[in-house]
């Protein structure tokens, strides 16, 4: 304690210099500010660095000399905690591009709802380009699907399980098409109003290709059959 009591900020935190510290503080010194507060990273004692959360306040008592003073509080588990955070969502967000499927939750009272990237990508957005909600999720709703699709999600309110299930067609910015299979939960509160939306968006583009490919050979193949048949009893 006594070994703390003789240091200085620029002790503990040595990239700061004095002109640097003292325009930190200086606001509230001219009462600007009541209280600052900041992150930073000081220096452990065995010298290896700590990440830090600092309430500062400077105190003027009648009659005593002003001082600072100081709250710090040692975050190096948020940080953990953080970083682990970053890194769950990083690879979330690696697992949907790679299974092209979106994730979404839906505000039934604003509108307004949070998109996963690949979400914002299988709608045809740049991620961030629109505000995520019903309208710019309708806007992408090719027209001819678009009244079986809210007919689906509304009917979610009513049913017991609160679920829904359509599949329709994206009209992408570029005339192309994309065919998703969407999926979608209602939240109810105690008294069964509905409140949020939660769901998925999987892009089953190249499935229903493949199934109409192996629908086509099939037709094919029957009508080969067909036409040998009639030849041998020719």
């Given at each position: 304690e006594?070994?703390?009591?003789?240091?200085?900020?620029?002790?503990?935190?040595?990239?700061?210099?004095?002109?640097?510290f003292?325009?930190m503080?200086?606001?509230?010194?001219?009462?600007?500010?009541?209280?600052?507060?900041?992150?930073t990273?000081?220096?452990?004692?065995?010298?290896?660095?700590?990440?830090?959360?600092?309430?500062?306040?400077?105190?003027?008592?009648?009659g005593?000399?002003?001082r600072?003073?100081?709250?710090?509080?040692?975050?190096?588990?948020?940080r953990?905690?953080?970083?682990?955070?970053?890194?769950?969502?990083?690879?979330?967000?690696?697992?949907q591009?790679i299974?092209?499927?979106g994730?979404?939750?839906?505000?039934?009272a604003?509108?307004?709802?949070?998109?996963?990237?690949?979400?914002?990508r299988?709608?045809?957005?740049?991620?961030?380009?629109?505000?995520?909600?019903?309208?710019?999720?309708?806007?992408?709703?090719h027209?001819?699907?678009?009244?079986r699709?809210r007919?689906?999600?509304?009917?979610?309110?009513?049913?017991?399980?609160?679920?829904?299930r359509?599949e329709?067609?994206?009209?992408?910015?570029?005339?192309?098409?994309?065919?998703?299979?969407?999926?979608?939960?209602v939240?109810?509160?105690?008294?069964?109003?509905?409140?949020?939306?939660?769901?998925?968006?999987?892009?089953?583009?190249?499935?229903?290709?493949?199934?109409?490919?192996l629908?086509?050979h099939?037709?094919r193949?029957?009508a080969?059959?067909?036409?040998?048949?009639?030849?041998?009893?020719?």
């Amino acid at each position: 304690e006594s070994e703390l009591l003789d240091m200085t900020p620029l002790d503990i935190k040595p990239e700061f210099d004095e002109d640097a510290f003292r325009a930190m503080i200086d606001p509230l010194r001219r009462g600007e500010h009541s209280t600052l507060r900041f992150q930073t990273v000081h220096r452990h004692r065995d010298g290896h660095p700590v990440p830090v959360e600092v309430f500062l306040q400077y105190v003027e008592t009648p009659g005593d000399t002003p001082r600072f003073v100081a709250i710090v509080v040692d975050i190096s588990e948020r940080r953990r905690g953080e970083a682990a955070l970053r890194a769950s969502e990083a690879q979330l967000e690696e697992a949907q591009a790679i299974a092209h499927l979106g994730s979404w939750d839906l505000d039934l009272a604003t509108g307004k709802a949070n998109w996963s990237r690949e979400e914002y990508r299988l709608l045809g957005y740049t991620p961030g380009e629109v505000e995520a909600g019903v309208e710019a999720f309708l806007a992408r709703v090719h027209p001819d699907d678009l009244d079986r699709v809210r007919t689906e999600m509304q009917a979610a309110m009513t049913r017991d399980s609160g679920e829904y299930r359509v599949e329709h067609r994206v009209a992408l910015p570029d005339g192309m098409e994309r065919i998703v299979l969407e999926q979608g939960r209602v939240r109810f509160d105690d008294a069964r109003r509905p409140l949020h939306m939660v769901g998925t968006t999987l892009d089953v583009t190249e499935t229903r290709r493949a199934e109409r490919e192996l629908e086509a050979h099939r037709h094919r193949l029957e009508a080969l059959v067909a036409e040998r048949t009639r030849e041998v009893r020719d």
